[in-house]
């Protein structure tokens, strides 16, 4: 299987997310320049962490108009699948392919730890392999991933089971002492309607490798993986 | 309209009239204003460190690993495999006080092109934080905002350019209040066989200004950071720099890949003293000249006179030289991230300076005159200044619930808390290297390409340099190797940064020289070269000045990328060991001893006496003790007993563990509250399964260092303390860890 890791300028977990494909999770990765419109050929893509654009005007507002987003919303529109992490999420939500928006961290600092994520859906291609049960230890760091969104859209995306993760405490209950960042119903991550894009906060490609203490990070890769042999 | 050079202008440009003589003599003419600028900023001691640099010259400088030492713009050392590491600590305090979020972001974009010019790519930043109390009546307000500022620029900077901040220091004084220093370390890799280095060559070869814009932002930087403060330093809030991190991401990227194209002969960044700085030295150390002409200089205002353009501290600008006819390689890469590229000069050979306006000579001033042959003096020394009595309460006698009491309180002072509120807010794990991050001894950064990991600490410890600068600077050296010692690394190479108050009174001068003394004897004991490193004098404030604060920052290599062991226990049942002993230095002059720890600051309230006693080669014998322990996989978790003692070291190893306490129980003649708070170096607390007890006994019995059982882990939160067979106290872990985690907080929010 074949990653596509964009790369814009100011992406700065890019490096972070081709090691943790390639070496953690042994298949291929390729860096797309933000300037490309061509995917060469990848199966998934991947919007990396960072800072794309320094955050100026808000974080993904100006991703959103480089070359490579179309692109992106054209494999998206076909139903390829795209995953987001943490500014690659704010520049989905930027780009309308997700819903939402993600605001300063409530007390308005970075916040730079480690969390646990429940995973409220298997039927996506990016938790099938996730176990409800057992919460994934996965770091965050960031200024603005306060989820945010009006009631209808979080009640929609409830009842389409659409809230990929949650923020939880170590007994697996969505606390507000366990919502690091002050989002709405402690989401972490959510999915769009046709479930191929997801977008989330936290960093699973920072959760992937036994030397950097968790590897839960890595169930979230290999679900991709899984689900695209299924689909095969 | 050229202002003239009256003796008033002089002494702004922070001159004295022997320096003004002596470029009157060399010249044989009056300087242009332009010239005047350009020599105040290279001669301020900010850049040619003229009262530190004969006594610098006596500091151990090379090693076997020691690839570039003093002089670059950082140091570099071989980390093996054909990779190298360079490093380097810089100061920048006085910003910091004047406009604290910029002064500490521009203070890590500083630090982080001083690593890249080089050709580096940075993995890890650490920064080494001192304020004021935050409790204080009058200054506490004031403190909190700069706390808040500081550590907002640190994250912010290191967040977005993408480099983790790994690990650090903050401390609380009042000598701080009117002086914080905000001292930045930064680490970064490359193949040993492509160093860059910051150097003017080959004749008629052009010279290329790249990166941000030219402002009026931080004319003059460089010498307001050598004078003292008065009240009127909020006027110098023009002098601070602004940075832009996410430029700064983009020049890395760019530098990188333009230094691929091996077009680049020499490359150095624009940081104190600008443009000024960059020209001269890059020619001074070839002997070569620069000739550059000012109005192809990409500006951001319309109005600069050639003294603002060659003054300013714009952030995030290189120079480079490169090779004639290949310059399109360089702006292609440039282009792609961007960024301004400009040719702007061209290299001669005539060993000066020329600056150009639109054709026309503005200034032109030999390059050694403004490096090399800086003044240099050899200020006056008396005796150290001590702020502190020599004598005072000595050690206290107290009883159980009076060593309870205590350690409840000293773990929630500001010194000894949990800084999770700082380092939450730095991103410490980006580029998923960092194994070992905050809250630790050490600091751990996997290297991937070359199967290696870093091994970082930076220490600094003004209380006992104020009371002895040699002594206080000996045991900074000893405690970061003893943090490397604990995930079983020695010492590879050191950087300094001496920050000290105003070198023209005796006193404070006899500080400085003591402190590079036993920084010299320290390094040399445990062959940890200085490979440079910032120094940063007139921390004074009213006439009040800092700490005499020494920070070491050292660096180590280990031959593997495995998570080490931290502090933290790791479960019930575990042997509590003591390497080192219960008290080394027994009781020489303990009751003045005790006089500067934290027992004696926050509890007795009062400072006075000597550091503790060091005895160098035990200390080296207890780190290979350690490290051998440690390489042999001995031990669960590795914690060096320093600030609040024995007890504190205890409770810290606790904290992080999930329901896990610890049986204490030990026979001792020592006072009490010596051997629970006193903070003798020298002394690593193990926890180990008990079948490896001989084991490291044997290895502490082969190097002569005593290892002593106090005790071991249980599955309960609960820490007791038996002395001499009798019950002395019991403490919840929950309640101590709750007051640890929350105290800054609190007093943030005061």
Same mark, same amino acid.
């Given at each position: 299987?074949?990653?596509?890791?964009?790369?814009?300028?100011?992406?700065?977990?890019?490096?972070?997310?081709?090691?943790?494909?390639?070496?953690?999770?042994?298949?291929?990765?390729?860096?797309?320049?933000?300037?490309?419109?061509?995917?060469?050929?990848?199966?998934?893509?991947?919007?990396?962490?960072?800072?794309?654009?320094?955050?100026?005007?808000?974080?993904?507002?100006?991703?959103?108009?480089?070359?490579?987003?179309?692109?992106?919303?054209?494999?998206?529109?076909?139903?390829?699948?795209?995953?987001?992490?943490?500014?690659?999420?704010?520049?989905?939500?930027?780009?309308?392919?997700?819903?939402?928006?993600?605001?300063?961290?409530?007390?308005?600092?970075?916040?730079?730890?480690?969390?646990?994520?429940?995973?409220?859906?298997?039927?996506?291609?990016?938790?099938?392999?996730?176990?409800?049960?057992?919460?994934?230890?996965?770091?965050?760091?960031?200024?603005?991933?306060?989820?945010?969104?009006?009631?209808?859209?979080?009640?929609?995306?409830?009842?389409?089971?659409?809230?990929?993760?949650?923020?939880?405490?170590?007994?697996?209950?969505?606390?507000?002492?366990?919502?690091?960042?002050?989002?709405?119903?402690?989401?972490?991550?959510?999915?769009?309607?046709?479930?191929?894009?997801?977008?989330?906060?936290?960093?699973?490609?920072?959760?992937?490798?036994?030397?950097?203490?968790?590897?839960?990070?890595?169930?979230?890769?290999?679900?991709?993986?899984?689900?695209?042999?299924?689909?095969? | 309209?050229?202002?003239?050079?009256?003796?008033?202008?002089?002494?702004?440009?922070?001159?004295?009239?022997?320096?003004?003589?002596?470029?009157?003599?060399?010249?044989?003419?009056?300087?242009?204003?332009?010239?005047?600028?350009?020599?105040?900023?290279?001669?301020?001691?900010?850049?040619?460190?003229?009262?530190?640099?004969?006594?610098?010259?006596?500091?151990?400088?090379?090693?076997?690993?020691?690839?570039?030492?003093?002089?670059?713009?950082?140091?570099?050392?071989?980390?093996?495999?054909?990779?190298?590491?360079?490093?380097?600590?810089?100061?920048?305090?006085?910003?910091?006080?004047?406009?604290?979020?910029?002064?500490?972001?521009?203070?890590?974009?500083?630090?982080?092109?001083?690593?890249?010019?080089?050709?580096?790519?940075?993995?890890?930043?650490?920064?080494?934080?001192?304020?004021?109390?935050?409790?204080?009546?009058?200054?506490?307000?004031?403190?909190?905002?700069?706390?808040?500022?500081?550590?907002?620029?640190?994250?912010?900077?290191?967040?977005?350019?993408?480099?983790?901040?790994?690990?650090?220091?903050?401390?609380?004084?009042?000598?701080?209040?009117?002086?914080?220093?905000?001292?930045?370390?930064?680490?970064?890799?490359?193949?040993?066989?492509?160093?860059?280095?910051?150097?003017?060559?080959?004749?008629?070869?052009?010279?290329?200004? *790249?990166?941000?814009?030219?402002?009026?932002?931080?004319?003059?930087?460089?010498?307001?950071?050598?004078?003292?403060?008065?009240?009127?330093?909020?006027?110098?809030?023009?002098?601070?720099?602004?940075?832009?991190?996410?430029?700064?991401?983009?020049?890395?990227?760019?530098?990188?890949?333009?230094?691929?194209?091996?077009?680049?002969?020499?490359?150095?960044?624009?940081?104190?003293?600008?443009?000024?700085?960059?020209?001269?030295?890059?020619?001074?150390?070839?002997?070569?000249?620069?000739?550059?002409?000012?109005?192809?200089?990409?500006?951001?205002?319309?109005?600069?006179?050639?003294?603002?353009?060659?003054?300013?501290?714009?952030?995030?600008?290189?120079?480079?030289?490169?090779?004639?006819?290949?310059?399109?390689?360089?702006?292609?890469?440039?282009?792609?991230?961007?960024?301004?590229?400009?040719?702007?000069?061209?290299?001669?050979?005539?060993?000066?300076?020329?600056?150009?306006?639109?054709?026309?000579?503005?200034?032109?001033?030999?390059?050694?005159?403004?490096?090399?042959?800086?003044?240099?003096?050899?200020?006056?020394?008396?005796?150290?200044?001590?702020?502190?009595?020599?004598?005072?309460?000595?050690?206290?006698?107290?009883?159980?619930?009076?060593?309870?009491?205590?350690?409840?309180?000293?773990?929630?002072?500001?010194?000894?808390?949990?800084?999770?509120?700082?380092?939450?807010?730095?991103?410490?794990?980006?580029?998923?290297?960092?194994?070992?991050?905050?809250?630790?001894?050490?600091?751990?950064?996997?290297?991937?390409?070359?199967?290696?990991?870093?091994?970082?600490?930076?220490?600094?410890?003004?209380?006992?340099?104020?009371?002895?600068?040699?002594?206080?600077?000996?045991?900074?050296?000893?405690?970061?190797?003893?943090?490397?010692?604990?995930?079983?690394?020695?010492?590879?190479?050191?950087?300094?940064?001496?920050?000290?108050?105003?070198?023209?009174?005796?006193?404070?001068?006899?500080?400085?020289?003591?402190?590079?003394?036993?920084?010299?004897?320290?390094?040399?004991?445990?062959?940890?070269?200085?490979?440079?490193?910032?120094?940063?004098?007139?921390?004074?404030?009213?006439?009040?000045?800092?700490?005499?604060?020494?920070?070491?920052?050292?660096?180590?290599?280990?031959?593997?990328?495995?998570?080490?062991?931290?502090?933290?226990?790791?479960?019930?049942?575990?042997?509590?060991?003591?390497?080192?002993?219960?008290?080394?230095?027994?009781?020489?002059?303990?009751?003045?001893?005790?006089?500067?720890?934290?027992?004696?600051?926050?509890?007795?309230?009062?400072?006075?006496?000597?550091?503790?006693?060091?005895?160098?080669?035990?200390?080296?014998?207890?780190?290979?003790?350690?490290?051998?322990?440690?390489?042999?996989?001995?031990?669960?978790? *590795?914690?060096?007993?320093?600030?609040?003692?024995?007890?504190?070291?205890?409770?810290?190893?606790?904290?992080?563990?999930?329901?896990?306490?610890?049986?204490?129980?030990?026979?001792?003649?020592?006072?009490?509250?010596?051997?629970?708070?006193?903070?003798?170096?020298?002394?690593?607390?193990?926890?180990?399964?008990?079948?490896?007890?001989?084991?490291?006994?044997?290895?502490?019995?082969?190097?002569?260092?005593?290892?002593?059982?106090?005790?071991?882990?249980?599955?309960?939160?609960?820490?007791?303390?038996?002395?001499?067979?009798?019950?002395?106290?019991? *403490?919840?872990?929950?309640?101590?860890?709750?007051?640890?985690?929350?105290?800054?907080?609190?007093?943030?929010?005061?």
């Amino acid at each position: 299987m074949k990653f596509g890791v964009v790369i814009f300028p100011g992406s700065n977990c890019d490096h972070d997310a081709l090691y943790a494909v390639e070496r953690n999770l042994g298949e291929q990765a390729v860096g797309i320049w933000h300037q490309s419109e061509d995917l060469e050929g990848c199966d998934v893509i991947v919007l990396p962490g960072g800072f794309s654009y320094g955050d100026h005007l808000r974080a993904g507002a100006i991703s959103r108009f480089s070359p490579v987003m179309g692109a992106v919303r054209r494999f998206a529109d076909s139903g390829g699948l795209v995953m987001g992490i943490c500014n690659g999420f704010q520049v989905l939500v930027e780009s309308h392919l997700l819903p939402g928006a993600l605001i300063h961290n409530r007390g308005l600092k970075f916040s730079c730890k480690t969390v646990l994520l429940r995973t409220e859906t298997l039927n996506s291609p990016f938790t099938s392999l996730c176990d409800p049960s057992q919460p994934l230890e996965v770091p965050i760091a960031h200024g603005e991933g306060c989820y945010f969104a009006d009631d209808a859209t979080l009640d929609l995306l409830e009842r389409e089971d659409r809230i990929a993760f949650r923020y939880v405490d170590g007994n697996g209950e969505a606390t507000e002492a366990a919502n690091p960042n002050g989002s709405a119903r402690n989401i972490a991550g959510v999915l769009s309607e046709g479930r191929n894009v997801m977008g989330l906060m936290p960093h699973p490609e920072r959760a992937a490798d036994p030397a950097m203490g968790s590897q839960d990070g890595l169930l979230i890769f290999r679900s991709v993986v899984s689900s695209f042999v299924a689909a095969r | 309209m050229m202002p003239t050079i009256s003796p008033q202008v002089v002494k702004e440009h922070g001159l004295t009239t022997e320096e003004y003589d002596r470029i009157l003599e060399r010249l044989g003419r009056e300087p242009t204003i332009t010239e005047l600028g350009i020599i105040s900023v290279m001669w301020s001691e900010h850049c040619s460190y003229k009262s530190s640099r004969v006594h610098l010259k006596k500091l151990p400088t090379t090693g076997e690993k020691i690839l570039v030492g003093p002089g670059e713009n950082a140091g570099i050392i071989d980390i093996g495999g054909g990779w190298a590491a360079a490093f380097k600590i810089e100061s920048h305090n006085h910003p910091s006080f004047i406009e604290p979020f910029q002064g500490a972001t521009t203070g890590v974009g500083g630090i982080l092109r001083d690593i890249f010019t080089m050709g580096a790519r940075p993995i890890a930043v650490m920064d080494s934080l001192r304020f004021g109390p935050l409790d204080d009546p009058k200054t506490g307000v004031k403190s909190r905002h700069i706390v808040e500022g500081v550590v907002g620029g640190v994250g912010n900077y290191g967040n977005c350019f993408g480099v983790p901040t790994v690990g650090g220091e903050a401390i609380f004084e009042p000598g701080y209040s009117g002086n914080p220093l905000v001292n930045a370390f930064a680490l970064g890799i490359f193949r040993a066989d492509q160093i860059f280095f910051g150097q003017a060559s080959g004749v008629g070869n052009p010279v290329i200004y *790249v990166g941000a814009k030219t402002g009026k932002d931080g004319i003059k930087g460089a010498s307001m950071a050598s004078e003292e403060f008065g009240e009127d330093s909020e006027a110098k809030r023009p002098n601070v720099q602004v940075g832009d991190p996410f430029l700064e991401k983009l020049l890395l990227e760019a530098c990188l890949e333009a230094m691929q194209t091996g077009a680049i002969l020499g490359i150095q960044d624009m940081g104190a003293a600008g443009l000024t700085c960059s020209t001269c030295e890059m020619g001074g150390r070839t002997g070569a000249g620069i000739q550059i002409d000012l109005s192809l200089v990409p500006q951001r205002e319309s109005d600069m006179t050639p003294y603002d353009i060659m003054l300013s501290e714009s952030q995030e600008r290189m120079l480079l030289v490169a090779e004639r006819g290949r310059e399109d390689e360089i702006f292609r890469v440039f282009k792609k991230w961007g960024l301004d590229a400009e040719e702007v000069g061209t290299v001669t050979d005539d060993g000066m300076l020329r600056v150009k306006n639109h054709g026309e000579v503005v200034a032109e001033l030999q390059n050694s005159f403004l490096t090399d042959d800086a003044p240099i003096y050899s200020r006056p020394y008396t005796t150290p200044y001590r702020p502190h009595p020599l004598d005072g309460p000595g050690v206290p006698q107290i009883d159980g619930a009076g060593a309870k009491a205590a350690l409840e309180q000293l773990v929630a002072a500001a010194d000894i808390c949990s800084k999770r509120w700082i380092y939450e807010q730095y991103d410490y794990q980006v580029r998923t290297n960092t194994t070992l991050g905050p809250g630790h001894d050490a600091a751990v950064v996997r290297v991937k390409a070359a199967g290696v990991s870093l091994v970082m600490s930076l220490d600094g410890n003004g209380r006992y340099c104020a009371l002895d600068p040699k002594e206080g600077a000996m045991l900074a050296v000893a405690e970061c190797c003893r943090n490397l010692a604990t995930v079983g690394a020695e010492p590879v190479g050191a950087t300094n940064c001496l920050n000290f108050g105003n070198p023209e009174k005796p006193e404070i001068m006899a500080q400085l020289v003591a402190a590079i003394e036993g920084i010299g004897e320290a390094c040399t004991a445990f062959k940890a070269p200085i490979t440079g490193g910032n120094v940063s004098l007139y921390n004074e404030t009213l006439g009040t000045g800092i700490y005499p604060t020494p920070v070491m920052g050292m660096v180590g290599v280990l031959p593997h990328m495995n998570r080490p062991a931290g502090i933290t226990f790791q479960g019930g049942g575990s042997m509590l060991v003591l390497i080192g002993g219960l008290l080394p230095g027994g009781d020489d002059q303990l009751d003045r001893r005790f006089g500067s720890s934290q027992y004696a600051k926050q509890i007795t309230k009062q400072v006075w006496g000597l550091p503790p006693a060091l005895d160098l080669d035990f200390e080296i014998a207890v780190q290979a003790t350690v490290r051998k322990i440690v390489q042999d996989g001995l031990a669960e978790s *590795v914690h060096d007993v320093s600030d609040g003692g024995l007890a504190v070291a205890i409770a810290e190893s606790c904290f992080a563990a999930k329901r896990v306490g610890a049986e204490i129980s030990f026979e001792t003649e020592i006072p009490l509250a010596a051997v629970l708070f006193h903070e003798s170096p020298s002394r690593i607390l193990l926890s180990i399964d008990g079948s490896k007890l001989s084991s490291v006994e044997r290895t502490a019995q082969e190097r002569n260092v005593p290892a002593v059982v106090i005790g071991q882990t249980i599955d309960a939160p609960q820490i007791s303390f038996r002395v001499n067979d009798k019950p002395l106290f019991e *403490v919840s872990t929950d309640s101590l860890f709750e007051s640890w985690d929350t105290a800054l907080v609190r007093m943030l929010n005061k």
